[in-house]
Nanobody, 122 residues
Framework: QVQLVESGGGLVQAGDSLRLSCAAS????????MAWFRQTPGNVREFVSA????????YYSDSVKGRFTISRDNAKNTVYLRMNSLKPEDTAVYYC???????????????WGQGTQVTVSS
């Protein structure tokens, strides 16, 4: 089992920044890739960003590229998502996920956090 706990969400204004954290615990072999997805009501989860534990590869969706930065602290088993220049369309519940395979596919991830709400006001 892998447990994921997100934190850092909140209500901010457009242009502000936030940093989300995802603390992972449990079996490590399932954590080839760590990712952030987001979801708004009535919509499917959308890939945001991913990072591999074993290397430095990072991936971003086009909608956040250049504004968001994913990073990890292996000693703390924690993945971060730094979100700059936030826009109202970034408003969503953000989920941390752990898995392996194709990084942008939801089905690649078999462990999910509970989600943290990010709300960006205009």
């Amino acid at each position: 089992q892998v447990q994921l706990v997100e934190s850092g969400g909140g209500l901010v204004q457009a242009g502000d920044s936030l940093r989300l954290s995802c603390a992972a615990s449990g079996r490590t072999f399932s954590r080839d890739v760590m990712a952030w997805f987001r979801q708004t009501p009535g919509n499917v989860r959308e890939f945001v960003s991913a990072i591999r534990w074993s290397g430095t590869s990072t991936y971003y969706s086009d909608s956040v590229k250049g504004r968001f930065t994913i990073s990890r602290d292996n000693a703390k088993n924690t993945v971060y998502l730094r979100m700059n220049s936030l826009k109202p369309e970034d408003t969503a519940v953000y989920y941390c996920a752990s898995g392996s395979g194709v990084y942008y596919l939801e089905r690649s991830y078999n462990y999910w956090g509970q989600g943290t709400q990010v709300t960006v006001s205009s």
